[in-house]
């Protein structure tokens, strides 16, 4: 909806903390948990591209396998 938003610093820690909280809901005024799939494959590409493959590139593939 025009003027909701929600920022997230781009680890999949944050990520996981915030669906763990239902963050993205409260944030965005949701009446329902939002599809966030999207929001995790961009932070893995963001970390990949950063900083190479890693142990939390790999965690994250394996919760967007879930």
Same mark, same amino acid.
């Given at each position: 909806?025009p003027g909701?938003g929600?920022w997230?610093?781009?680890?999949?820690?944050?990520?996981?903390?915030?669906?763990?909280?239902? =963050?993205?809901? #409260?944030a965005? #005024?949701?009446?329902?948990?939002?599809?966030?799939?999207?929001?995790?494959?961009?932070?893995? #590409?963001i970390? =990949?591209?950063?900083?190479?493959?890693?142990?939390?590139?790999?965690?994250?593939?394996?919760?967007?396998d879930?």
């Amino acid at each position: 909806m025009p003027g909701r938003g929600a920022w997230l610093t781009p680890t999949v820690e944050a990520y996981e903390l915030a669906v763990t909280r239902k =963050a993205f809901r #409260r944030a965005l #005024r949701l009446e329902r948990e939002p599809d966030t799939s999207a929001v995790l494959e961009a932070v893995v #590409r963001i970390h =990949a591209s950063s900083n190479g493959p890693s142990d939390t590139t790999e965690q994250a593939e394996r919760l967007m396998d879930n």
